[in-house]
């Protein structure tokens, strides 16, 4: 069993929708938790990231952690197609350690 | 420069051939990471360094896989006596001290990969 779990999708939804991506993860050391996007033939980019448990706004997006479920979501609100890509959770046990253990990734696409 | 510089973008390898890709990262960056990027998978780490030190190299899948950043700048991956099962995106990333961390700073940033099929 992977350290974290992540469904792999793909998964499609009419622009505007609100989107839901989700991981879970076994390790109950992970202190860190982050978000990726990554476009094709691209490296992936930072999100967002959270400390612990708890709620995080960035524009349209929000990040939650629930370290006592060990589920980690993020939402995309007004979904746009330029948001389609894959997203990749990643977390780490270390205050400032980018030693990240990394879901599959979940390909999303924004329908016109 | 203003990102993270990787080279090759893309190499075909005979099986058995040595390959070597390199790593610009962004000036100034104490910290250089190397993960492995399997089709339809999540990046997996490789190795870690904080300037010319390599402290971590505990992802390496063999000891035919090898890095460096002599100088604390520019690192080179190399694989020897590659493989099939090398087929992969190879991503480096780099950061600033991770105390920066503290202040709320990006965590890391990638570069767009090495793409490496051994045939």
């Known amino acids: 069993q992977k350290e974290v779990e992540q469904d792999p999708g793909p998964l499609s939804v009419p622009e505007g929708a609100i989107v839901s991506l989700n991981c879970t993860y076994s390790n109950s050391a992970f202190q860190y938790f982050m978000w990726y996007r990554q476009y094709s033939r691209k490296g992936p980019e930072l999100l967002m990231y959270?400390?612990?448990?708890g709620n995080k706004e960035d524009g349209r997006f929000t990040a939650q952690v629930d370290k006592s479920s060990k589920y980690i979501s993020l939402f995309i609100r007004d979904s746009q197609p330029s948001d389609s890509a894959t997203y990749l959770c990643?977390?780490?046990?270390?205050?400032?350690?980018?030693?990240?253990?990394f879901g599959t990734g979940t390909r999303l696409t924004i329908i016109p | 420069g203003a990102g993270v510089s990787q080279s090759p973008r893309y190499k075909v390898a005979k099986r058995g051939q040595d390959v070597a890709l390199r790593c610009d990262p962004i000036s100034g960056h104490v910290s250089l990471f190397w993960y492995q990027q399997a089709l339809g998978q999540g990046p997996e780490f490789l190795t870690y360094f904080q300037n010319e030190a390599q402290l971590d190299k505990s992802g390496l899948p063999s000891d035919r896989f090898f890095a460096e950043r002599p100088e604390g700048s520019v690192s080179t991956l190399k694989i020897q006596r590659t493989q099939q099962e090398d087929s992969a995106v190879y991503l480096c990333?780099?950061?600033?001290?991770?105390?920066?961390?503290?202040?709320?700073?990006?965590?890391?940033?990638f570069g767009a990969g090495s793409r490496l099929t051994v045939l």
């Open positions: 990333a780099s950061s600033t001290d991770p105390k920066a961390f503290l202040a709320g700073a990006n965590v890391l940033t």
């Open positions: 990643a977390m780490s046990p270390n205050f400032g350690n980018e030693k990240l253990t």
């Open positions: 959270t400390y612990s448990s």
